[in-house]
């Protein structure tokens, strides 16, 4: 850095060595790397008040056994007593259950649609700028939006999501309620994900797909292998690390899903949707058993901690690729 | 010396952070699935401390040489 202060040498000169110093120290400024850290200080103390600090709190509670309608009774240090509570408890493993449906059939379907529709996108076809941008404009609204959006389609007497279906079917469109029968409730929650979703999908195989380089196809018609098997032997194993991507990105954003299906069905009718996010928040903001569900917020964190090491894992090789 | 350069081998050998990394993925990967499977409760509650130590092993193994 820059000498920011220059004091004559004969002042300098006349002090003690000590003193001397010091004061060659102050006038000279601040090093690069003080300036560096005094930039960097503020993200971090931000870092340490909104993330680090809640998740060390979070961890201390997780073994006590603290309700917040009762915050009167002194803490009290329950060790692992939560955590065992949790992993004993059939109605937790019941919503991990009706979570991890919910990941597999919506991203299962969310792959095949994006992946379908990057290979029409692909096609370069008269007006595919537009049509991208259509079909891309579910993603870029906001999950409270969406669930009170589908909250309106849905409704069996105003909504048009069911005179649709009655036009297809000829059932009578207030005979059936997409979110209020156990049957149809799940699938709705996955419907609705997928018309979110499908589209972010689409574009991480459309990257996929442009990687591809022409020659390979040119070369694959020089030897007349029918489209079917150019699909199967260039398309499909070139952009499978994209696809793979795609998968674990949406599994673990599934996996934490919480505000298009509080908004849609709050978990019901009964617990038929309750994902475990919503059970979560039941046992913090409901019955306020703060312990329990901090424990249980933990084992989540830990889940969704280890398939993101995966995640970056697969996003390294597509990037060496 | 030629000991020192076959025990630094034979120690890196055994820290290829490949094959432990594979390890530690299989780890979490088992772990989710016996979190969310429906079949047994015992393997549900061991899930929680196989995704941890798959996890931790991933952090420690992941510092590990190429």
């Known amino acids: 850095m820059t000498t920011i202060l220059q004091p004559d040498d004969a002042t300098i000169a006349g002090m003690s060595e000590p003193a001397r110093s010091r004061a060659t120290r102050r006038v000279r400024g601040l090093s690069d790397r003080a300036i560096a850290w005094l930039f960097v200080a503020p993200t971090i103390a931000l870092l340490l008040a909104i993330n680090i600090f809640p998740l060390v709190w979070m961890i201390r509670l997780s073994f006590t056994s603290l309700n917040l309608s009762m915050s009167y009774l002194p803490l009290r240090f329950v060790g692992l007593d939560n955590f065992r509570d949790i992993l004993t408890d059939e109605d937790v493993w019941f919503r991990l259950q009706t979570t991890a449906q919910f990941v597999i059939w919506s991203v299962a379907l969310q792959v095949v649609i994006g992946y379908g529709l990057a290979l029409l996108i692909n096609r370069q076809f008269r007006g595919h700028s537009f049509w991208t941008t259509i079909i891309l404009l579910p993603m870029m609204l906001s999950p409270a939006v969406v669930g009170n959006f589908w909250t309106l389609l849905l409704q069996p007497q105003i909504g048009p999501f069911n005179y649709v279906i009655s036009l297809f079917t000829g059932v009578p469109p207030s005979s059936f309620s997409m979110t209020g029968q156990v049957a149809l409730a799940p699938w709705t929650i996955v419907i609705v994900d997928t018309w979110m979703w499908a589209p972010y999908v689409m574009l991480i195989c459309l990257a996929g797909l442009r990687s591809i380089p022409d020659y390979i196809y040119e070369a694959a018609e020089v030897d007349r292998a029918s489209p079917w098997r150019q699909f199967w032997s260039i398309t499909l194993p070139m952009t499978v690390p994209f696809l793979m991507l795609a998968v674990l990105f949406r599994a673990i954003e599934n996996f934490k899903m919480f505000d298009m299906v509080n908004l849609l069905t709050s978990g019901g009718p009964g617990s038929t949707t309750e994902l475990v996010s919503i059970t979560l928040k039941r046992a913090a903001f409901e019955k306020w058993r703060t312990g329990y569900s901090s424990a249980l917020a933990i084992i989540l964190f830990v889940t969704v901690f280890g398939a993101a090491n995966i995640y970056v894992k697969a996003l390294n090789k597509v990037k060496q690729r | ?66």
Do not use: C, N
């Open chain 2, 1 to 66: 010396m030629s000991g020192a350069v076959v025990t630094k081998g034979g120690v890196s050998r055994w820290f290829r952070r490949g094959p432990w990394e594979a390890g530690a993925m299989t780890l979490i990967g088992g772990g989710i699935v016996m979190l969310v499977q429906p079949w047994s409760i015992d393997l549900y509650s061991y899930s929680f401390v196989t995704i941890l130590a798959g996890t931790v092993g991933y952090v420690i193994v992941s510092h590990f040489p190429e």
